[in-house]
Structures are given as structure tokens and as C-alpha cells.
Antibody
């Protein structure tokens, strides 16, 4: 079935790095744009980053620009998020999400992976 | 502070009709389609309404969406206890080159 499964979350100290991964299955991964969306504890949803279906275009939220890098491997059906210089305010559940169409809706979401930035 | 504005809470009794508003600007709702997501407690968000007023397969027709100018709304008729959840509107923003969300509306079924 159509599925997204995130991994790689954990506890990291401020200033540290973490790499999240998202494994896709059940749909032609190489044909769709993908996003990362996060949700801080008790807060709302915040868009983090986007990568075009072929990896040629990437957009980032101002809050993570220059610190986070989104990438994908269409041969392995995986999406990654490299997070550097982590701050306490990056603490959140991170979801990967499939974009159904350009400027469209997130039609498939993963279950999320928790990232805690704390000393 | 979210780019799209939603009321933080809404409530209704079983069987009632409830609406949730979402206000934006010309760079997001005014020029792009609106999508709505439902997040049940402790779970990942789920697509509820896409392209302003379309329901994905499996979403009951009690849920409907509309858009006018720079605002949108989600209506839930025949309210049920299982509708108790957080609801988020979202749209692409041409100025920010990213997706913007509303702050979310917590729906309580009394």
C-alpha cells in the first residue's frame, strides 16, 4: 500500500546534527515532489522544505535556510533531511509528505519521527 | 504567528453544523488552491479537502470546503464525536515559495 516511513529521530545537543530519512513505497516516488513538515510539541504544523520530483529544485522555510538540506534518491525511493546547527526551537515531530500535484495538497503523510534538541 | 489565520477553537453538539474559517492574502489563498487537514489526537495529519472543495476517497460528504477571494472555510455537518480533532488549512504562497499553514482549529464536540 502507499506508505511513507520516517526514521532517524532522536535526542541531540544544541549545535549538533541529525539526518532524517523517509522511505516511500506503493507509488512512483520519482514522479512526485516531496516535503518535510514539522510540529513542535503542542503547536501547529510548520512547513520545512520541498524538493522537486527530480531533485532539481529545492525550497526552504526561512527558519531552517542555511542549516537544513533536503535531498532524495529516486533509485532507492528515499527522502532525506540533513539538519545541522540544531537549536532548541527545532524540537518537533518531523513528517515527510507526498505532494499530490504542483502547488497542491499533501495527500500522503508519514507517521512522523521525533527530534529533541536539548543539553 | 501563522501566515493563514484560523480561529483557535470551535465547538458544536452532535448533529450540528460547524464552520471553520481560514483567512490569507493575495499571495497564497488569493492565487492558489486551499487544502484542509484533519489531525486526530496523537496521529499524523490526514488530507480532508483538496483544491478548495474536493474530498479524497473515503472522506464523508459531511465535510465540505469553499473559497472566496483570500478566504476559505471548512464546514462539517451532522457533527459526530469522532470529528473531535485539530483542523488545519494550507496553501502554497507565491511570495514565500513555500507552503503556509493556518495555526489550527481545535474542534470540540460537546
Amino acid at each position: 500500500q502507499v506508505q511513507l516511513v520516517e526514521s532517524g529521530g532522536g535526542v541531540v545537543q544544541p549545535g549538533g546534527s541529525l539526518r532524517l530519512s523517509c522511505a516511500a513505497s506503493g507509488f512512483p516516488f520519482s514522479g512526485y515532489g516531496m516535503h518535510w513538515v514539522r510540529q513542535a510539541p503542542g503547536k501547529g504544523l510548520e512547513w520545512v522544505a520541498f524538493i522537486r520530483f527530480d531533485g532539481t529544485n529545492k525550497y526552504y522555510a526561512d527558519s531552517v535556510k542555511g542549516r537544513f538540506t533536503i535531498s532524495r534518491d529516486n533509485s532507492k525511493n528515499t527522502l532525506d533531511l540533513q539538519m545541522n546547527s540544531l537549536r532548541a526551537e527545532d524540537t518537533a515531530v518531523y513528517y515527510c509528505a507526498k505532494w499530490g500535484s504542483w502547488k497542491g495538497a499533501f495527500d500522503i503523510w508519514g507517521q512522523g519521527t521525533m527530534v529533541t534538541v536539548s543539553s | 504567528q501563522s501566515v493563514l489565520t484560523q480561529p483557535p477553537s470551535a465547538s458544536g453538539t452532535p448533529g450540528q453544523r460547524v464552520t471553520i474559517s481560514c483567512s490569507g492574502s493575495s499571495s497564497n489563498i488569493g492565487s492558489n488552491t486551499v487544502n484542509w487537514y484533519q489531525q486526530l489526537p496523537g496521529t499524523a495529519p490526514k488530507l480532508l479537502i483538496y483544491t478548495n472543495n474536493q474530498r479524497p476517497s473515503g472522506v464523508p460528504d459531511r465535510f465540505s470546503g469553499s473559497k472566496s477571494g483570500t478566504s476559505a472555510s471548512l464546514a462539517i455537518s451532522g457533527l459526530q464525536s469522532e470529528d473531535e480533532a485539530d483542523y488545519y488549512c494550507a496553501a502554497w504562497d507565491d511570495s514565500l515559495n513555500g507552503v503556509v499553514f493556518g495555526g489550527g482549529t481545535k474542534l470540540t464536540v460537546l
